[in-house]
């Protein structure tokens, strides 16, 4: 049967035509998908390249940070490599108060071991709006482990370094001192402050998952520049010496305040330098200002007769004036043009200008002061130093004042020649005198020797420097005879040191006062240098304000010769010493006999000394030496250290028997290291209060009878 392969219309299926609406809508769709994928992209773009390097780093922040390496601060020594100021380990103390659970055991605690009250250290521990605050720092002792025993999870320790100064306020204002963060306030601390300090270094170190920071030795890390170790031109015990010296003549003469100094005229080297009020710089925090300053550097006085050294330079360098010139001193009154009336406490009438300097003539001085031209005695006080800064290194020198030709009136030059109208630091004068000493050149004063490298690497000697030649060698020498004739027969002769020759110059002068001078308040002061023939120390001495006395050669020059004698004795042993001419007489000796006349010298201390050290001491003064006992120091001596001996004279010196020791030993007057080596070696222990380098008393008193079992010996130091 045929198949119909006809369909009817009516069975088509009809599709629908697309909707426009749609499509509109995948359009925008797949627009908005292209844009957004672009803008992913660009994104990404921007973060893994454009900010790539800014984004990991903060990354890097949530999962490693920087933990810093303290630099240590570096150490300061003597001119001997005495340790003067180093580091030493230290606890620090701060509570984040978020997380304190004790806070009242931690005040009581805090309390106890510092003192102040409960409540303020519970008010300061419990402080709002911070999560970190320091409640004492730098603890050293048992302290610390009273204090660790407290188990608070808010209290958080630190180690950091304590400066420490090791004799304490003994040379404190050339040392200096620091803050609580080691960075330099006062002398060489502040003024090497960059040089000490040196350059702190980091190590990044990453975080666990419990926040906790680990190193890491993938990670960068920058060493530490340890500072430099600064050695000094000081020698702590001649800086003991100076200030144990200055410190009795200040009390002596009930005197408001004292300076001193000693420097090296060859080389400018300050070998030692104080002022007393002084500091202990282990406790900046109770320091006065005026305490702590250097006041050879920063305070300013008229020199009074101590700058007749200068005028009579000048005159003698420009010919005006010869040693032997025989000049009027007027009964020891002289009108000046103006009618001021210029004044001698010892009257005198034609003498030589010797004599005069010798009497310490402000009559002469004025009139030979006026044969200089104004700018030729202007030079010759600024060629000395004075209105100018010596270059000291040290922080605070103040230049003191000189008025110019220009400003001069009728009667300045004349009382500039004694003292008056000019305004000196004690250092200037030193330093001038310095000039006199080594035969005419002035020489920059400095406090440093030599910069040592962490390494032990010597960075630096300091050479002395000559800033210029003030006068010839001849009228140095001629000054220098003129300022020893002072000391041996005239004003200076309290400074007399016995065993050598010193040559120095008084100085007494009223202290202007709101612009007047007052009359009963004075500035008495004595510089001069030793050995006289050959000057290896320049010493100057100022007493401000004394009351028991107040003329130099009476209460300054005799401070100069305490500390010339114990300094020859502790620091000078090594130089051929000066034989003096010693006058002994026999038993029946009368007026008109026939006196022996010998060389001497004067007894060294060898207590504390060794065997091989005593009797190398001995024989640079040229005496014998005998020895007993079997110990290794020496424990007595006779003659007694300071008295005078004839050349070739025997020491006998005693070195006792450390198995029978019964008497307690005479260590006054030693170095503490010299009393410590010689209490040791008899088996005693010694106990050490005060801060000083030079025994002053002790307990018990010498020759006191030691008892079964005792050891102990109390030494105080200043």
């Known amino acids: 049967m045929p198949v119909n392969t006809t369909h009817s219309d009516t069975n088509l299926s009809v599709r629908p035509k697309p909707s426009r609406k749609g499509g509109w809508r995948l359009y925008a769709v797949g627009t908005l998908l292209a844009v957004g994928a672009i803008g992913v992209v660009g994104r990404l773009f921007l973060l893994q390249v454009v900010r790539g390097d800014e984004y990991a780093a903060l990354a890097r922040k949530q999962y490693e940070s920087k933990a810093p390496l303290q630099a240590d601060r570096g150490a300061i020594l003597d001119r001997n490599g005495t340790l003067l100021a180093t580091n030493v380990p230290a606890l620090s103390f701060a509570v984040d108060p978020k997380h304190v659970k004790e806070p009242d055991l931690l005040a009581q605690t805090f309390a106890q071991e510092f003192g102040g009250d409960v409540k303020s250290w519970k008010q300061k521990i419990t402080a709002k709006k911070t999560s970190f605050i320091w409640i004492k720092r730098k603890v050293v002792g048992e302290a610390i482990n009273r204090i660790k025993t407290i188990n608070d999870p808010g209290l958080i320790t630190i180690s950091e370094p304590l400066r420490r100064f090791e004799y304490g306020s003994f040379g404190s204002q050339i040392v200096g001192c620091v803050n609580l963060d080691n960075n330099g306030l006062s002398g060489v601390e502040l003024f090497y402050d960059g040089a000490l300090r040196g350059q702190d270094g980091y190590m990044v170190m990453q975080r666990d998952a419990r926040g906790e920071r680990r190193p890491d030795v993938d990670l960068p890390r920058l060493e530490p520049e340890h500072g430099e170790t600064l050695q000094l031109t000081i020698d702590i015990t001649m800086q003991s010496i100076v200030e144990d010296e200055l410190a009795h003549g200040v009390k002596e003469a009930e005197a408001a305040s004292g300076t001193a100094i000693a420097l090296d005229p060859k080389t400018g080297e300050v070998l030692a330098m104080a002022s007393l009020p002084s500091f202990d710089p282990n406790n900046p925090s109770e320091a006065t200002p005026s305490n702590v300053r250097p006041r050879s550097v920063t305070d ?127 250092l200037q004068l030193a330093v001038a005198y310095g000039a006199i000493a080594n035969g005419g050149v002035l020489m920059r004063p400095h406090t440093l020797k030599r910069r040592i490298a962490a390494d032990g690497e010597v960075l630096e000697e300091v050479v002395p420097q000559e800033l210029r030649r003030v006068i010839s060698e001849g009228t140095a020498l001629k000054v220098r005879e003129m300022l020893t004739d002072v000391v041996a027969n005239g004003t200076g002769r309290a400074a007399q040191a016995r065993s050598i020759q010193v040559a120095g110059k008084t100085g007494t002068a009223q202290i202007l006062h709101e612009g007047s001078y007052t009359g009963n308040r004075y500035n008495a002061s004595f510089v001069g240098f030793f050995p006289a023939e050959d000057p290896e120390i320049v010493l100057l001495v100022l007493l401000n304000e004394p009351k028991n006395g107040y003329y130099g050669g009476q209460v300054a020059a005799p401070i100069f010769a305490s500390i010339a004698r114990r300094i020859i004795n502790a620091t000078m042993v090594h130089e051929e010493p000066v034989l003096r001419q010693v006058s002994t007489e026999t038993a029946d000796s009368t007026d008109g006999a026939e006196i022996e006349v010998v060389e001497g010298t004067v007894a060294p201390d060898m207590r504390g000394l060794n065997r091989e050290g005593a009797v190398r001491l001995a024989l640079a003064h040229r005496l014998k030496s005998g020895a007993r006992g079997e110990g290794e120091r020496v424990l007595r001596q006779q003659p007694a250290p300071g008295e005078i001996v004839r050349r070739g004279d025997v020491l006998y010196l005693d070195f006792g028997d450390t198995a029978s020791l019964t008497l307690v030993p005479d260590v006054r007057g030693m170095t503490i290291r010299r009393a410590l080596a010689l209490l040791n070696e008899f088996g005693l222990n010694p106990r050490i209060a005060g801060s000083g380098g030079v025994v002053r008393e002790q307990r018990p008193s010498p020759g006191t009878r030691l008892k079964e079992k005792q050891r102990e010996i109390q030494l105080q130091c200043r």
């Open 300 to 426: 300013t006085y008229e020199p009074g007769s101590t700058i007749k050294g200068i005028t009579a330079a000048a005159a003698l360098e420009e010919g005006l004036v010869t040693v032997d010139e025989m000049i009027d001193g007027e009964g020891g009154e002289f009108a000046l043009p103006d009618g001021h009336i210029v004044r001698d406490d010892h009257s005198l009438g034609l003498v030589s200008f010797a004599d005069a300097f010798r009497w310490s003539s402000n009559v002469i001085f004025a009139k030979v002061a006026s044969r200089l031209d104004p700018s030729s005695f202007y030079r010759y006080v600024r060629d000395f130093g004075f209105g100018i800064s010596t270059g000291i290194d040290l922080p605070g020198e103040v230049r003191g004042e000189v008025k110019k030709p220009e400003d001069f009136s009728e009667e300045t030059q004349a009382f500039m020649a004694y003292g008056y109208q000019l305004a000196v630091t004690p």
